[in-house]
């Protein structure tokens, strides 16, 4: 959303992306707060930021309060896209700092440095056109520390829940208004052996208990790519790990942290071979089909995001996953019913305990 209002003649591919996603009852997003080096970088070098992009940022949030949209905004990736730990890295590397890699990100001082000042420059930004700080803005539902956080020096977790409790706690620090999550896809480390069982043959260096047992972290993320982690296997298949995958989340969600858990990335792929546009559809409602029959039976989820929503003429950011609401009446028609049907239960359940 960032990269495309940073020019300026783009802003009205951001306006209809929000404009078709409220029609079909949408009213999360979730976007990235960082541009890392690069073009149309938001940070240039560590603390030196480009203001026009960073208008272009208070743009996005204004627009989507105009919508009735909630943001859910990322500080950080994971991967090099738009620079990334990579790029932190990178630039320590450059200030004569000694680094061993990329995961050095979750352990180097001057590093973490790098990103708490970035944190504190997001949180603290006052909106040139709607003249509210960031961390005052109702507007922005959470902040995200990473998008889909990994470390390969320590497939424990622990490397990565120390990084997370002393981030978690500088953003409660500077802002106690909104809510935190960690951006992480759910798989499970060694705090709990018996539910490695449930990760897709291999563990990332997440720990997703320990993880999001930590005190600032108000909810739990799940993401999962069946096509990617599961590729070679069939259909079937795939469809039986995330019945695994989200079951147990969400079941540990409710009994072991007592946090909700909002699924916040999964989406089926046109670059996959046998890909149309019926399949997706088909697994998109077999996943809002488990999403609503959880918040029904138990509640202890926040919903779903799918992965991507974007505007006409937002081609060059397509990874496969993409879907123009306008372009795809099928699609479009498999979101808005399970947005009217959360809404509906959400009704149902504020109803039964005013009651009580």
Known sequence: MMHVAAEPSERHKVSDTFREAAAAGLTVCRTWAFSDGGDRALQMSPGAYNEPVFQALDFVISEAKKYGIRLILSLSNNYKDFGGRSQYVNWARGAGVPINGDDDFYTNQVIKGYYMNHVKRVLTRMNTVNGVAYKDDPTIMAWELMNEPRCQIDYSGKTLNGWVEEMASYVKSIDSNHLLEIGMEGFYGDSNPDRKQYNPGYQVGTDFIANNLIKEI?????????????SGQDDNSQMGFMQRWMTSHWTDSRTILKKPMVFSEFGKSSKDAGYSINARDSFLNAIYMNIYNFARSGGGIGGGLVWQIMGEGME??????????NQNPSTNAVIARQSTQMKALERTMITRTNRV
């Open 218 to 230: 108000d909810f739990a993320t799940i993401h999962a790519y069946p096509d990617i982690w599961l």
């Open 316 to 325: 060059s950011y397509d990874d496969g996953y993409s879907i123009v609401l």
